[in-house]
DNA sequence: ATGACTAAATACTTTAGA
């Protein structure tokens, strides 16, 4: 999996966001003017729910003219992950190795895609629901977890795994830990799941960045929840030691969820130094939290 | 209120989401 050829001989400031888009259909036009307010260099989607062939039909000139590769594992209904990238997309990894399937043995859902970006092997994940913890659903989750967890321990090129991860770290990112008692999503299992990444170094970026604050990246659909702010945050940039001492900044960009007709999940962002020259090791201490330059945009503020 | 809303196909009702 690893393929030192491709990191580049510098690596620059970058700016990675991961979304739940629900619909690249139905979001069409908001995520393409979020591409050019936000000017993100790396994007993960989850929920295309697209095939790769409409993906590409629906948005690819799109994507191409705003200068992105881009790469897919669609599927017809439901599901679907992407990745945007115009610093480069290189060993894209489809699915995750071994990877449980849920129902036939054949049907492997669209919730892993991986690819080297910018000298980081970006994931865009979309992690099974779990739906009721005593459902087969959730078995699922949990072996589906387990193999990502065997996936990022055997790669050594600097990770960033991104994406929907369908759990809620402590009861810090749910708006009321007592209605989700007995429920998925923040179950001892599932977090566990998030310890065994940790434990192989991967650090969850916004909760470094807003240590104390209420911050969440999903809220309902129904009965004003946004407007209440009674969310979770179950969407998560996990970034391994290299990658995350070059943090500039971390936010959920909360803009994108208000409006008409927004995804009930709003993008993670996180915006990278650049690292010295061909070394993309560990760095003491990252260079000042300046944003990359971009032309001409403005740095939304966070929260 | 075992709700509320949104999206896609199974399509005027059901399944899934979380």
């Known amino acids: 999996m690893q393929n030192l050829s491709v990191v580049p001989d510098t690596v620059d400031a970058m700016r990675v966001a991961t979304w739940n888009v ?16 936000r000017q993100p260099d790396v994007v993960c989607l989850q929920e295309l729910k697209l095939t790769d062939d409409a993906f590409a039909t629906l948005i690819g000139p799109d994507l191409t003219e705003r200068g992105y590769q881009f790469t897919t ?10 990745l945007l990238s ?31 970006c910018g000298g980081i092997r970006v ?15 959730y078995a699922y989750k949990l072996e589906w977890l387990a193999k990502l967890r065997d996936q990022v321990a055997a790669d050594t090129v600097p990770q960033l795994v991104c994406g ?31 310890a065994d990444l940790a434990e192989l170094g991967l650090r969850d970026v916004i909760r470094e960045r ?7 990246s999903y809220w309902d659909y129904r009965a004003g929840m ?7 945050r179950i969407d998560l940039i996990l970034a391994g030691p290299e990658v995350a001492d070059r943090r500039a900044a971390a936010w959920i ?3 994108a969820r208000k409006g008409k007709g927004p995804s009930d999940h709003a993008p993670v962002m996180l915006d990278l130094d650049a690292a010295p020259d061909g070394d993309i090791g560990p760095m003491v201490p990252p260079p000042s939290a300046g944003r990359p330059a971009k032309k001409g945009v403005k740095l939304p503020q966070a929260q």
Do not use: C
């Open 164 to 194: 929907d991860m369908n759990i809620a770290p402590t009861d810090h990112d749910v708006f009321d830990p007592a209605a989700f008692e007995g429920h998925t999503h923040v179950t001892p299992a599932e977090r566990q799941a998030l």
């Open 73 to 82: 594992f669609g599927q017809p209904q439901w599901n679907g992950v992407a």
């Open 253 to 255: 960009d909360r803009q």
């Open 86 to 116: 115009r610093v480069g997309l290189d060993d894209v990894v489809r699915g995750i190795p071994d990877a449980p399937a849920f129902g036939a043995a054949s049907d492997i859902e669209g919730r892993a895609i991986s690819a080297v």
């Open 22 to 37: 629900n619909s690249v259909k139905q979001r069409h036009a908001r995520l393409l003017e979020w591409l050019d307010q």
């Open 123 to 137: 994931h865009s994940l979309y992690t099974p629901n779990g739906r009721e913890v005593a459902s087969d659903h």
């Open 226 to 232: 946004f407007q209440k702010n009674y969310g979770m």
């Open 210 to 216: 807003w240590p104390d604050e209420t911050v969440f």
